[in-house]
């Protein structure tokens, strides 16, 4: 059975995310609202939860995933940046944008891009977010909830969890969440940034 908790967007209760933290240490998927939309998330070395998510959004093995981290302060254990690109992060986090960076040898190999190996990088601008992270003390695995066949992400807590019921551990209910994704910005071949998804990110700000 799924536990729901719910959650205040603006001011979340520090007793249920930290119910919320004990669900992700003990390997467990959760449904979360971000900055943009509603989310999946588990811990970052948990291989039967992420397999979970996997299959739930049957994603391929070139699938880029994403570190939610409460700021760069980790950036330097996790990715390779450049300085230049780290003004360019500095200046737009926290926000609604995924930075694609060459991953270091601390993420997991199934994170990165089989290839390519990189890894996503987000700092969101959410309460919520923020408290799971501060909470938890590392960065959080996590994945847009786009499920297969659909257009948008759900939005309405009550979809998430008739949906989701007995298929992750956790949902947190945030209120409604937005149907646009991050924008998706590469940094990873030192040309300058390389725009590989526009969303809810501005754009004008970035060149």
């Not at 992420?50 to 994603?59: G, T, Y």
């Not at 994170?111 to 960065?139: D, F, S």
Request: glycine share 10%; with cysteine; charged share 25%.
């Amino acid at each position: 059975m799924t536990r729901v908790l719910h959650v205040h967007p603006v001011t979340p209760q520090p007793r249920l995310l930290r119910e919320a933290v004990e669900v992700l240490r003990g390997g467990g998927l959760i449904a979360y609202p971000t900055d943009t939309t509603y989310a999946l998330g588990c811990g970052i070395g948990e291989k039967a939860a992420l397999e979970r998510l996997i299959r739930l959004r049957r994603l391929d093995d070139k699938h880029q995933f994403t570190l939610l981290c409460a700021d760069l302060s980790v950036l330097a254990l996790y990715a390779k940046v450049e300085n230049p690109d780290y003004r360019l992060l500095k200046a737009h986090t926290p926000g609604p944008y995924t930075w694609i960076l060459r991953g270091t040898h601390e993420v997991p190999r199934r994170l990165m891009h089989p290839k390519k190996r990189t890894i996503g990088i987000r700092v969101p601008e959410h309460a919520i977010c923020q408290g799971l992270l501060a909470e938890h003390g590392e960065p959080i695995m996590t994945s847009t909830l786009l499920l297969p066949g659909e257009e948008f992400p759900l939005t309405d807590p009550l979809d998430v969890r008739n949906v989701l019921e007995g298929q992750v551990d956790l949902i947190i209910d945030g209120g409604f969440g937005g149907v646009t994704e991050t924008t998706v910005i590469s940094l990873v071949d030192g040309d300058g940034p390389e725009v590989v998804r526009e969303g809810a990110g501005a754009l004008d700000s970035i060149f």
